[in-house]
T-cell receptor, first 115, second 111 residues
Framework: GAGVSQSPSNKVTEKGKDVELRCDPI?????LYWYRQRLGQGLEFLIY????????KSGLPSDRFSAERTGESVSTLTIQRTQQEDSAVYLC?????????????FGQGTRLTVV | QQQVKQSPQSLIVQKGGISIINCAYE??????FPWYQQFPGKGPALLIA?????SEKKEGRFTISFNKSAKQFSLHIMDSQPGDSATYFC??????????FGKGTKLSVKP
């Protein structure tokens, strides 16, 4: 596709349920990021995949959060036993080169609401 | 070491005025300093970026000023327009790590 695609665009879930968010990066982009953005707040780094290297998981807020990426393609962010504080927009971005030194292209985000 | 501090949190400017947003970083390994613009309901989009080998970069009405010794960089929007009203994020990155964002500045340009 032409850009980073995220699905679903909106997700409402009940507290305690698991959710899976999907990100399709731009083809050929080796780096992929997940960020969380609470209402009116900044971008909170969650996890960073860099080619075939071990991902940087230092931003994951708890062990309820995990993410996977298959090669240089699709990534999924999974939140287990969702809590109301998990309500936010989850943004995915990809970039052409390894490392944070080239333009990152963002998707539109998935708006997660935990009720 | 990994933080990027951004100020102000919000900014109101009259049409035609200059908007200035400042950022500071700590990690000297950073070598890429982009600014992103985000409109409500959209993902952030790259506005302009600079590398530390230059002190200033200008693209149209947007200018980045970079002070390597002070570890600071700023975005200047000249002749600010109502269409510039958005949230602006500075960021810093390096080849060995990921992209770290500031907390954002909500800019409102009044007609």
């Amino acid at each position: 596709g032409a850009g980073v695609s995220q699905s679903p665009s909106n997700k409402v879930t009940e507290k305690g349920k698991d959710v899976e968010l999907r990100c399709d990066p731009i083809s050929g982009h080796t780096a992929l990021y997940w960020y969380r953005q609470r209402l009116g707040q900044g971008l909170e780094f969650l996890i960073y995949f860099q080619g075939n290297s071990a991902p940087d998981k230092s931003g994951l807020p708890s062990d309820r959060f995990s993410a996977e990426r298959t090669g240089e393609s699709v990534s999924t962010l999974t939140i287990q036993r969702t809590q109301q504080e998990d309500s936010a927009v989850y943004l995915c971005a990809s970039s052409l080169a390894l490392g944070g030194s080239t333009e990152a292209f963002f998707g539109q985000g998935t708006r997660l609401t935990v009720v | 070491q990994q933080q990027v501090k951004q100020s102000p949190q919000s900014l109101i400017v009259q049409k035609g005025g200059i908007s200035i947003i400042n950022c500071a970083y700590e990690n000297t390994a950073f070598d890429y300093f982009p600014w992103y613009q985000q409109f409500p309901g959209k993902g952030p989009a790259l506005l302009i970026a600079i590398r530390p080998d230059v002190s200033e970069k200008k693209e149209g009405r947007f200018t980045i000023s970079f002070n390597k010794s002070a570890k600071q960089f700023s975005l200047h929007i000249m002749d600010s327009q109502p269409g510039d009203s958005a949230t602006y994020f500075c960021a810093a990155g390096g080849s060995q790590g990921n992209l770290i964002f500031g907390k954002g500045t909500k800019l409102s340009v009044k007609p």
